[in-house]
Protein backbone atom coordinates (compact mmCIF):
# COMPACT_ATOMS: atom_id res chain seq x y z
CA UNK A 1 0.00 0.00 0.00
CA UNK A 2 1.26 3.49 -1.06
CA UNK A 3 2.22 5.58 2.12
CA UNK A 4 3.73 9.00 2.68
CA UNK A 5 5.59 11.11 5.71
CA UNK A 6 6.40 13.83 6.49
CA UNK A 7 8.61 14.48 9.55
CA UNK A 8 8.01 17.62 10.92
CA UNK A 9 4.45 18.76 12.18
CA UNK A 10 5.26 22.43 12.46
CA UNK A 11 8.32 24.59 11.05
CA UNK A 12 8.72 28.00 12.37
CA UNK A 13 11.26 30.18 9.63
CA UNK A 14 12.06 34.02 9.72
CA UNK A 15 10.75 36.03 6.54
CA UNK A 16 13.84 35.79 4.21
CA UNK A 17 15.03 32.36 5.14
CA UNK A 18 15.48 29.50 2.87
CA UNK A 19 12.69 26.71 3.48
CA UNK A 20 12.84 22.69 2.94
CA UNK A 21 10.15 20.71 3.86
CA UNK A 22 10.28 16.69 4.08
CA UNK A 23 8.39 14.50 2.60
CA UNK A 24 9.20 10.56 1.72
CA UNK A 25 6.97 7.99 -0.26
CA UNK A 26 6.60 4.65 -0.19
CA UNK A 27 4.95 3.41 -3.43
CA UNK A 28 5.09 0.13 -5.38
CA UNK A 29 6.12 1.94 -8.85
CA UNK A 30 7.24 4.93 -10.47
CA UNK A 31 4.84 7.24 -8.30
CA UNK A 32 2.86 10.47 -8.85
CA UNK A 33 4.38 13.42 -6.42
CA UNK A 34 2.13 16.22 -5.34
CA UNK A 35 2.49 19.23 -2.82
CA UNK A 36 -0.77 20.85 -1.49
CA UNK A 37 -0.80 24.00 0.31
CA UNK A 38 -3.92 24.97 2.42
CA UNK A 39 -4.72 27.98 3.68
CA UNK A 40 -6.96 27.99 7.26
CA UNK A 41 -10.42 27.52 6.31
CA UNK A 42 -8.87 27.20 2.50
CA UNK A 43 -9.41 24.10 0.35
CA UNK A 44 -6.06 22.50 -1.12
CA UNK A 45 -4.36 24.10 -3.82
CA UNK A 46 -1.74 22.45 -5.68
CA UNK A 47 1.82 23.85 -5.62
CA UNK A 48 3.26 21.15 -7.94
CA UNK A 49 3.26 17.86 -9.32
CA UNK A 50 6.03 15.10 -10.53
CA UNK A 51 4.93 12.66 -13.08
CA UNK A 52 8.29 11.85 -14.85
CA UNK A 53 10.98 13.78 -17.05
CA UNK A 54 13.06 15.95 -15.09
CA UNK A 55 13.18 15.08 -11.31
CA UNK A 56 14.00 19.05 -10.20
CA UNK A 57 10.30 20.27 -10.86
CA UNK A 58 8.87 24.00 -10.78
CA UNK A 59 5.89 25.10 -8.96
CA UNK A 60 3.54 28.30 -8.63
CA UNK A 61 4.81 30.70 -5.79
CA UNK A 62 8.14 30.35 -6.26
CA UNK A 63 8.26 26.66 -4.73
CA UNK A 64 10.34 23.96 -6.28
CA UNK A 65 10.66 20.19 -5.30
CA UNK A 66 13.21 17.36 -6.15
CA UNK A 67 12.19 13.86 -7.03
CA UNK A 68 15.33 11.29 -5.01
CA UNK A 69 14.27 7.85 -5.97
CA UNK A 70 16.96 6.58 -4.07
CA UNK A 71 15.89 8.46 -0.94
CA UNK A 72 12.32 7.99 -1.37
CA UNK A 73 12.06 11.24 -1.10
CA UNK A 74 10.24 14.69 -2.72
CA UNK A 75 11.23 17.83 -0.39
CA UNK A 76 9.52 20.79 -1.19
CA UNK A 77 11.72 24.09 -1.43
CA UNK A 78 11.74 27.80 -1.44
CA UNK A 79 15.13 30.15 -1.54
CA UNK A 80 13.11 32.90 0.16
CA UNK A 81 10.03 32.22 2.01
CA UNK A 82 7.60 35.30 2.63
CA UNK A 83 4.66 36.29 5.27
CA UNK A 84 1.82 35.25 3.40
CA UNK A 85 3.45 31.39 2.85
CA UNK A 86 2.20 30.81 6.29
CA UNK A 87 0.24 27.40 5.84
CA UNK A 88 -0.67 24.22 6.26
CA UNK A 89 1.51 21.74 3.31
CA UNK A 90 0.89 18.43 2.37
CA UNK A 91 2.57 15.66 0.12
CA UNK A 92 0.90 13.55 -1.67
CA UNK A 93 1.18 10.12 -3.10
CA UNK A 94 -0.89 8.23 -5.92
CA UNK A 95 -3.48 7.16 -8.03
CA UNK A 96 -1.47 4.21 -8.21
CA UNK A 97 -2.41 0.69 -10.19
CA UNK A 98 -6.18 -0.16 -9.17
CA UNK A 99 -6.40 2.55 -7.18
CA UNK A 100 -8.43 6.11 -7.72
CA UNK A 101 -6.92 8.09 -4.96
CA UNK A 102 -4.30 10.66 -3.45
CA UNK A 103 -2.79 9.25 -0.31
CA UNK A 104 -1.79 12.58 1.68
CA UNK A 105 0.82 13.01 4.71
CA UNK A 106 -0.23 14.64 8.18
CA UNK A 107 1.25 17.94 7.26
CA UNK A 108 3.75 20.35 8.39
CA UNK A 109 2.50 23.88 9.55
CA UNK A 110 4.33 26.68 8.50
CA UNK A 111 4.83 29.38 10.58
CA UNK A 112 6.92 32.54 9.44
CA UNK A 113 8.03 34.83 11.76
CA UNK A 114 8.34 39.13 10.33
CA UNK B 1 -13.10 30.09 -14.44
CA UNK B 2 -15.37 28.80 -12.01
CA UNK B 3 -13.29 25.97 -9.42
CA UNK B 4 -14.74 23.24 -7.61
CA UNK B 5 -17.58 24.28 -5.05
CA UNK B 6 -19.07 22.98 -2.08
CA UNK B 7 -22.41 23.91 0.24
CA UNK B 8 -22.47 23.84 3.07
CA UNK B 9 -19.65 25.80 4.13
CA UNK B 10 -20.38 24.55 7.67
CA UNK B 11 -23.30 22.27 9.13
CA UNK B 12 -23.64 21.31 12.74
CA UNK B 13 -25.76 18.44 13.41
CA UNK B 14 -26.97 16.95 16.67
CA UNK B 15 -25.91 13.48 17.14
CA UNK B 16 -28.25 10.81 15.41
CA UNK B 17 -29.30 13.09 12.44
CA UNK B 18 -28.85 12.74 8.71
CA UNK B 19 -26.53 15.41 6.95
CA UNK B 20 -26.60 15.95 2.90
CA UNK B 21 -23.21 17.60 1.80
CA UNK B 22 -22.82 18.72 -2.09
CA UNK B 23 -20.49 18.78 -4.41
CA UNK B 24 -20.35 21.38 -7.59
CA UNK B 25 -17.03 20.52 -9.79
CA UNK B 26 -15.70 22.18 -12.42
CA UNK B 27 -17.63 21.74 -15.47
CA UNK B 28 -16.78 19.23 -17.76
CA UNK B 29 -14.35 17.30 -14.99
CA UNK B 30 -15.28 13.71 -15.84
CA UNK B 31 -13.38 12.92 -12.06
CA UNK B 32 -14.94 13.38 -8.77
CA UNK B 33 -13.40 12.38 -5.04
CA UNK B 34 -14.80 12.83 -1.55
CA UNK B 35 -11.65 12.95 1.28
CA UNK B 36 -12.93 13.32 4.83
CA UNK B 37 -10.35 15.50 6.61
CA UNK B 38 -10.59 15.25 10.77
CA UNK B 39 -8.38 17.63 12.38
CA UNK B 40 -4.73 17.67 12.09
CA UNK B 41 -4.27 15.17 9.84
CA UNK B 42 -4.22 15.14 6.05
CA UNK B 43 -7.03 14.49 3.93
CA UNK B 44 -8.14 10.50 3.50
CA UNK B 45 -10.14 9.47 0.52
CA UNK B 46 -13.77 7.98 0.86
CA UNK B 47 -14.66 7.37 -2.78
CA UNK B 48 -14.49 7.97 -6.35
CA UNK B 49 -17.09 8.85 -9.25
CA UNK B 50 -16.16 8.14 -13.02
CA UNK B 51 -19.07 10.36 -14.36
CA UNK B 52 -22.02 8.90 -12.77
CA UNK B 53 -20.26 5.19 -11.73
CA UNK B 54 -18.92 5.22 -8.33
CA UNK B 55 -16.01 2.98 -9.18
CA UNK B 56 -14.42 3.10 -5.79
CA UNK B 57 -16.32 3.15 -2.17
CA UNK B 58 -13.37 1.68 -0.30
CA UNK B 59 -12.88 4.43 1.94
CA UNK B 60 -16.33 4.94 2.98
CA UNK B 61 -16.08 4.13 7.02
CA UNK B 62 -19.56 2.76 7.36
CA UNK B 63 -22.62 1.73 6.15
CA UNK B 64 -24.17 5.15 7.07
CA UNK B 65 -22.34 7.05 4.25
CA UNK B 66 -23.25 6.93 1.07
CA UNK B 67 -22.59 9.28 -1.77
CA UNK B 68 -24.03 9.65 -5.25
CA UNK B 69 -23.91 11.24 -8.97
CA UNK B 70 -26.60 10.56 -10.69
CA UNK B 71 -25.82 12.71 -13.60
CA UNK B 72 -22.27 12.76 -14.32
CA UNK B 73 -22.11 16.24 -12.69
CA UNK B 74 -23.07 17.21 -9.10
CA UNK B 75 -22.24 15.24 -6.57
CA UNK B 76 -23.88 14.69 -2.95
CA UNK B 77 -22.42 12.85 0.25
CA UNK B 78 -24.78 11.91 3.14
CA UNK B 79 -24.50 10.68 6.29
CA UNK B 80 -27.15 9.10 8.23
CA UNK B 81 -27.11 8.94 11.69
CA UNK B 82 -24.05 11.18 12.60
CA UNK B 83 -22.08 10.36 15.51
CA UNK B 84 -19.41 12.39 17.23
CA UNK B 85 -16.92 10.63 15.26
CA UNK B 86 -17.91 12.23 11.80
CA UNK B 87 -16.98 15.69 12.61
CA UNK B 88 -14.42 16.72 10.10
CA UNK B 89 -14.12 18.57 6.93
CA UNK B 90 -15.41 16.69 4.00
CA UNK B 91 -13.55 17.94 0.72
CA UNK B 92 -14.77 17.24 -2.68
CA UNK B 93 -12.05 17.57 -5.41
CA UNK B 94 -12.31 16.90 -9.32
CA UNK B 95 -10.39 16.13 -12.35
CA UNK B 96 -10.76 15.99 -16.12
CA UNK B 97 -9.25 12.74 -16.89
CA UNK B 98 -10.44 9.50 -15.95
CA UNK B 99 -8.64 8.34 -13.18
CA UNK B 100 -8.04 11.87 -11.77
CA UNK B 101 -3.92 12.16 -11.42
CA UNK B 102 -4.81 15.68 -10.90
CA UNK B 103 -7.31 17.16 -8.54
CA UNK B 104 -8.82 20.31 -7.81
CA UNK B 105 -10.66 20.77 -4.63
CA UNK B 106 -13.14 22.68 -3.29
CA UNK B 107 -12.89 24.53 0.31
CA UNK B 108 -14.79 21.63 2.00
CA UNK B 109 -17.44 21.46 3.97
CA UNK B 110 -16.89 21.54 8.17
CA UNK B 111 -19.13 19.47 9.37
CA UNK B 112 -19.37 19.57 13.32
CA UNK B 113 -21.44 16.64 15.56
CA UNK B 114 -22.78 17.38 18.77
Known amino acids: AQSVTQPDIHITVSEGASLELRCNYS??????LFWYVQSPGQGLQLLLK??????LVQGIKGFEAEFKRSQSSFNLRKPSVHWSDAAEYFC????????????FGKGTKLSVIP | GAGVSQSPRYKVAKRGQDVALRCDPI?????LFWYQQALGQGPEFLTY????????KSGLPSDRFFAERPEGSVSTLKIQRTQQEDSAVYLC????????????FGPGTRLTVL
Open chain 2, 27 to 31: SGHVS
Open chain 1, 92 to 103: AVGPGAGSYQLT
Open chain 1, 50 to 55: YFSGDT
Open chain 2, 49 to 56: FQNEAQLD
Open chain 2, 93 to 104: ASSPREGGNEQF
Open chain 1, 27 to 32: YGATPY
